[in-house]
């Protein structure tokens, strides 16, 4: 593709987790039985009237702020009016003339560096019944009416890898601001991604193909690299590019036309009649308060010295961040690796997360702090977190019970060092000229005799001390 830029740009639906829908009192429950979760205003029943969700206008506020945008003072919605079988109303409620958010950009970053992604507009509206598609096409109104804000970007993403950075990051910041679940294997996060080429050096955009309804970062990355080779052969060879709506099939690894577009769909949108326009004042506006935002965590843990690789796991899953920052130690960087090399690597053998393992935050609080304190060693620390699973009793009683305690009284140490040195005079004689030697040798038998429980550095100390007072250093 030296010759060709690809010109891309992404419409994101978030599907929010409030408790009720978008215009009507119905509870939201993906697990509920299909079409149990449904009442009059949801399909589009004669006389029925929309019920604002004041959550659903707070998530966008919220969102509208974490990309940088301008908030429309004014709620405005319409009528975005066609027939199809997962629209009972004959229409969807949306925000056409005036979105609650506008002109607003975010960070990425890419290969080359950071690049700034500048977002069009983002807007709430109402989803639309599931499909089941089979020997006859049913339909879940279950979903109808569930709020969703749709973000579009502007087109002026470059790469699937870029792509993939965006959508990741809009997910991120969906799951630092609890509005949505951003599950896109369970289509709360869905993404439509819009496809051009053109030579480089060209202004004017090439014809552009739609891909619809990605649900997978590998999708998106696959579909984009596909849908750019064949346009850049069609470019080569003199076939022309139609203006379509695709879908990506992971079995062929290739896009599929649904539909060839012969213009502008007209969906006659006009204002709501049912919804008056809501003004948001300066103080509701102001009173609505973020999380802390992906790239805050990540600079907040580059600042407690976390290494990058950690850094990375925990921004990528805010639950096993949530999970990692509600530990109380001050050494985030101990605490980290000890998290790391313990509680994750267990959870991994147990294909599992951390935070699934239940395992109390305090318990790991009071089993560092005996580590700290050197009344168990590194070695028992890693037998007693997989002990912490479901444990719900005294953590000293559990090290009791496991022999687990640490042996670092001096008088013991000092016998055990005594009769070793008493038992191998010949070899300890060696200590002025084979110190190295004399201490390996001796610390191993003062391990093998305490089974391995000794404090090694308590042990060291005693050593070092009666060696040098014996050979007078």
Known sequence: MNNFEAIIGIEIHLEL???????????????????????????GYPGTLPLLNKEAVISGIKLAKALNMIIDSELHFDRKNYFYPDLPKGYQITQFYRPIGSNGYVEINTDLGTKKISIERIHLEEDTARQY?????????????????????????????????????????????????????????????NISLRPKGYSKFGTKVEIKNMNSFRGIKNAIEYE??????????????????????EETQSTIVMRTKTGAID???????????????????????LN???????????????????????????????YFDSIKYADRSK???????????????????????????????????????????GKSFKKIVPLLVNFDDDINQLIKEHDL??????????????????????LVSEYTERSEKVIKFVLGNIM??????????????????????????
């Open 405 to 426: 305690e640490q042996i670092s009284d001096e008088n013991i140490i000092t016998n055990w060092v005594n009769e070793i040195i008493a038992k191998n005079e010949l």
């Open 228 to 249: 750019i080779k064949l346009q850049e052969q069609k470019i080569l060879t003199n076939e022309p590019i139609l203006q379509q709506t695709k879908r990506y099939d």
């Open 17 to 43: 987790n409030t408790k009720t829908k978008m215009f009507s009192p119905s509870k939201i429950d993906f697990n509920a039985e299909a079409n149990s979760t449904v009442n009059q205003i949801d399909l």
């Open 292 to 322: 802390e935002l992906p790239w805050e965590k990540e600079n907040r843990y580059k600042k407690e010295e976390i290494q990058d690789i950690y850094i990375k796991s925990l921004t990528n899953d805010i639950e096993l961040a949530n």
């Open 448 to 473: 093998k005799v305490s089974g391995g429980k000794v404090n090694p550095q308590k042990a060291n100390e005693v050593l070092l001390k009666i060696l040098n007072e014996k050979f007078k250093q």
């Open 335 to 377: 605490l980290s690796k000890l998290f790391f090399a313990e509680v994750v690597s267990l959870a991994n053998s147990k294909n599992i997360k951390a935070y699934e393992l239940n395992i109390k935050t305090s318990d790991l609080e009071k089993a560092i702090d005996l580590l700290d304190k050197e009344i168990i060693s």
């Open 133 to 193: 598609h089979g020997e006859k096409t049913k339909l879940d109104y279950n979903r109808a009416g569930v709020p969703l804000i749709e973000i579009v970007s502007n087109p002026v993403i470059s790469s699937a890898d870029e792509a993939v950075a965006y959508v990741d990051m809009i997910r991120k910041i969906a799951l630092s601001l609890n509005i949505s679940s951003a599950k896109m294997e369970q289509g709360s996060l869905r993404a439509d991604i």
């Open 267 to 289: 969906y006659k949108y006009f204002p709501e009649p049912n919804i008056p326009f809501i003004k948001l004042s300066d103080e509701f506006i102001n009173n609505v308060k």
